[in-house]
């Protein structure tokens, strides 16, 4: 007999393609037909489908109960194996869209080279006293940047020189040296030897000689670390999103039916409007929403952090004395963690010579329109405590305001390392405290006016700055507007509350011209005296040919009067100028330039500031572009320096083939580096400009071309592909050749040649017969 168990229907795996709306998900989800016939669904597989699982729908094992799932009703159709949802865009999970950024999909490899490279600036000076004579040789002044750069990391030291030292100077001065190297992949960046402590928007950073280590987000330039606005929307039917940040368009994209987010926008500092705009893609509809959001760099995205710790020796006298540190150790941190989109969390640390500093802060988002903090720290030195608070808020109000405002109060005898380790001389006529002002207040207010239709702006600004020595009150007012074509007018006045004689203020018009040129004229009066000034200048740019130049005159009490001239040459920069204040007269001369030691060569160029690329053409005069912009021609070695290249970032370096001979071999014209900081890449193409080569037409029994498609070899092992009409390109060809070609049919033929080369001429051998 059978049992009733036996009898009732029992639970049947389904796979089902599922629909959302009557739209296709274009998936396919695990489903369990239970007994009564309802439907149930793991919560890992709803969710994959795009549905929100709910508590309230969970079964005792563990899946969702179809039947029970709020706001979603559904349709199995046992005939297509589908299922079809209707539910609400608050039950859907909205789908993720926005710019396609690297980070953990990153492959390439930074690169790192090896070589050496001198940075240098040579000043030569000239002095008169009277203008009609010959100028008297007054002096040389040199900054040298010396760097190696290995895989291991980069060595730098930077020293400056003179041959006029004072009496209380070296000929030589250095100034830092250390090593460094970074990680991108745990974005941390290690220092040893001399550095700037880190900090924050409340602790005063020092000089230091010693090790430090410290998040460096600048290692991933796709990473955007500062809450961005996350826009939603939702789409009836597939349609199309354009998203525009402050009028101009950031992001376009297709997106399917339902709700969706765009993340990864562009980070835009300071207030804004986003604007998201669904077009339907077949009636042509559109639908738009505007958010106001206010991004800062005070605030870190949820889960960042950011961190500088740092222990050595206090520098002293930078650029004075070489070798002047403190003698007492010391050590800093400074701590920085995005705990929400609106909350970043902060933490300084500081101990060393007697002092023990320690505070804490946090900086606030204020939604759409502004961001906050708010800090304190408690010090003891030398038996003596201190306390300090700082506040700051910067918003936008209204429609197009910006306040910012920030206050910072010491009380006791609050210190911190930059005054502890300062070498001051408190019996000096000169004698300044260096420990934080006790008070400092800044506001500034910059208002649109509403009845000027040429959005000129007027700017308020206080600044309030008490110390041990001094207390001062300046307020400055600022106006601009612009004027016809490309001009503007401009007027600043200012005051301190506390001394009336301290007060100035100056206007002018500014206008551009064609060929970058700006000029202005205008009259400034400060400390009694009233000036009037006239001032044209061109700035050169970093290509290779380009000039500038200015010309810059005021008239007061004395004649001030400059001249001077630029020229960017192929491997410096020249610049030369002149001036007189009042009878005496000043000219002056100075190269800018770089030697590097790389690729077994010895380079001149232009000054190397980060990262740079030694490309070998193989063959000279040839045009080097780097970003598709034209940068360099290849020299008589075939080789050129491209000096500017962004660490980290993807650049894609190509040379024209176009000025290569015709019987060039070139295996490829394109490559994508991504370098380490201040290092330098060798981009190799080796292009040959005699190459052995030749079209080979090869041709079969019956004299037909062989079909194209066909791969074949030299007996060097030189590898080819036949082409239309039965052409090849053959490389490495010697006087007689021989080659194999695989046929369609799986077997082989055979064919001979002779080759003789003939400078500057692409040949075509016809008619050799395969068999």
Known sequence: ???????????????????????????????????????????????????????????????????????????????????????????????????????????????????????????????????????????????????????????????????????????????????????????????????????????????MGGAQLRRNFGLRPDLVTIPVPELAGSAAVPSAVDIYLNGVRSYSSDVPSGPFVVDGLPAITGPGFARVVVRDTTTGQETETEVAFYASALLLRPGLFDYALEGGFARRDYGIESESYDGAPVASASLRYGLTERVTLESHGEVGSGLVNGGA???????????????????????????????????????????????????????????????IDEDSEFFFSARPPKALDQISLAVPLAFDTDASTLNLAFTHLEDEESNSKVVSLSYDRPLFAQSSFFVTAYADIDDTEDNGAYAGV?????????????????????????????????????????????????????????????????????????????ASAQIEGAVVAADGDLFLTRQIDDSFAIVDVGVPDVEVMAANRPVATSGSSGKVIVPRLTAYEKTSIAIDPKNLPVDADVPETSRVVRPAEKTGVVVTFNAKAESASALVQFVDARNQPLEAGLAGRTENAAEFVVGYDGEAYITGLAATNTVTIDLADGTQCRAGFEFSKRPGEQQLISGVSCL
């Open 361 to 423: 802060g946090l900086a606030v988002g204020l939604g759409g329109w502004g961001v906050g903090s708010l800090a304190g720290a408690a010090s003891t030195w030398d038996g003596d405590t201190g306390f300090l608070v700082a506040v700051s808020l910067d918003a936008a109000l209204f429609a197009d305001w910006r306040l910012y405002l920030r206050s910072q109060r010491t009380f006791g005898t609050y210190q911190d390392l930059a005054s502890v380790t300062a070498d």
């Open 510 to 586: 500014s206008m551009q011209w064609g060929g970058n040129i700006t000029t202005s004229a205008g009259i400034e009066h400060s400390a009694g005296h009233t000036t009037a000034f006239l001032d044209a200048i061109k700035p050169d740019q970093d290509v290779e040919g380009s000039h500038g130049w200015r010309l810059r005159s005021s008239i007061g009490d004395t004649v001030n009067t400059q001249a001077a001239a630029s020229y960017v040459a192929r491997h410096a920069r020249l610049v030369a100028g002149a001036q007189q204040y009042g009878d005496p007269v000043n």
């Open 1 to 207: 007999m059978e049992s009733v168990a036996a009898a009732l229907p029992q639970p049947a795996e389904l796979q089902l393609e599922a629909f959302i709306n009557g739209v296709s998900t274009g998936l396919i989800g695990a489903f369990r037909l239970n007994a009564d016939g309802s439907l149930s669904i793991a919560p890992d597989e709803l969710r994959e489908l795009g549905l929100i699982p709910d508590p309230a729908a969970l079964a005792a094992d563990g899946m969702i109960d179809l039947k029970r799932l709020p706001d979603v009703s559904y349709t199995y159709d046992e005939a297509t194996q589908s299922i079809d949802f209707t539910a609400a865009d608050r039950r859907r999970i909205a789908r993720k869209v926005g710019p396609e950024r690297g980070g953990e999909n990153e492959t390439q490899e930074v690169e790192r080279g090896f070589g050496a490279l001198m940075n240098y600036t040579l000043t030569a000076n000239f002095d008169s006293a009277d203008y009609w004579d010959l100028p008297d040789y007054s002096g040389l002044f040199g900054y040298f940047d010396l760097r190696l750069f290995t895989s291991w990391g980069t060595l730098d030291s930077s020293f400056t020189a003179r041959s006029n030292p004072t009496e209380d100077s070296d000929y030589a001065t250095r100034l830092d040296t250390a090593w460094r190297y970074s990680d991108p992949h745990t974005l941390t960046t290690y220092v040893a030897g001399d550095f700037i402590s880190g900090g924050l928007a409340w602790t005063r950073p020092i000089r």
